[in-house]
């Protein structure tokens, strides 16, 4: 079954400190994946998707991720966080011909000062 | 261009009773389609409807129905609510169906059964 996990449910982070989101999903055939961001009381928005391609992909925000197949991975990096990237961040995969995404539990990011 | 938008923004109900939310699409999106985020939780598909018919359906109960108006606009009913039926309720829109088709959320609708 189709299916996404986010290992990580909360990770706090020191303000300028590296990132890293970690996302595995379980599809058949080749994902078409994102990363959203939801921040309290707000709906999702997008940071970055892949669809083919190069497997390293460019985002909203300064954010990057890098699709690995052989992992079933698609982590979610930052070089330096800004107190304005706390929120909750989905991992999600489109699936069958709707392109019904499939969302992860999501990880919640709290950055400290 | 106006985004997702979604009504009321919040709403609270008691155990039995129905309730309609509203979504309007992103202009030039035919294709709506529905998620229920419980909290603590990721969002969890409900259907999809493209071109006025339903085209997918999640692992919801019959008493979750919906509509799509000809100007794409679309409603969620839930009939007969039950306490779990709290949630953040999205809508989201894309140009077209299909996986590689970008969704566009609007900010939900919070529901609280009593």
């Known amino acids: 079954a189709q299916s996404v996990t986010q290992p990580d449910i909360h990770i706090t982070v020191s303000e300028g400190a590296s990132l890293e989101l970690r996302c595995n999903y379980s599809y058949g055939a080749t994902p078409y994946l994102f990363w959203y961001v939801q921040s309290p009381g707000q709906g999702l928005q997008l940071l970055l998707k892949?669809?083919?391609?190069?497997?390293l992909v460019q985002g909203i925000k300064g954010f990057e991720a890098e699709f690995k197949r052989s992992q079933s991975s698609f982590n979610l990096r930052k070089p330096s966080v800004h107190w304005s990237d706390a929120a909750e961040y989905f991992c999600?995969?489109?699936?069958?011909?709707?392109?019904?995404?499939?969302f992860g539990q999501g990880t919640t990011l709290q950055v400290k000062p | 261009e106006t985004g997702v938008t979604q009504s009321p923004t919040h709403l609270i109900k008691t155990r039995g009773q129905q309730v309609t939310l509203r979504c309007s699409s992103q202009?030039?999106?035919?294709?709506v389609s529905w998620y229920q985020q419980a909290l603590g939780q990721g969002p969890q598909f409900i259907f999809q409807?493209?071109?006025?018919?339903?085209?997918g359906r999640g692992n919801f109960p019959p008493r979750f129905s919906g509509l799509q108006f000809p100007n794409y606009s679309s409603e969620l009913n839930v009939n007969a609510l039950e306490l779990d039926d709290s949630a953040l309720y999205l809508c989201?829109?894309?140009?077209?169906?299909?996986?590689?088709?970008?969704?566009?959320f609007g900010p939900g609708t919070r529901l609280t059964v009593l």
């Open positions: 999600a995969v489109g699936a069958s011909n709707t392109g019904k995404l499939i």
């Open positions: 409807y493209y071109r006025e018919e339903e085209n």
């Open positions: 892949y669809f083919s391609g190069d497997t």
């Open positions: 202009s030039g999106h035919n294709t």
């Open positions: 989201a829109s894309s140009p077209r169906p299909g996986e590689g088709n970008e969704q566009f």
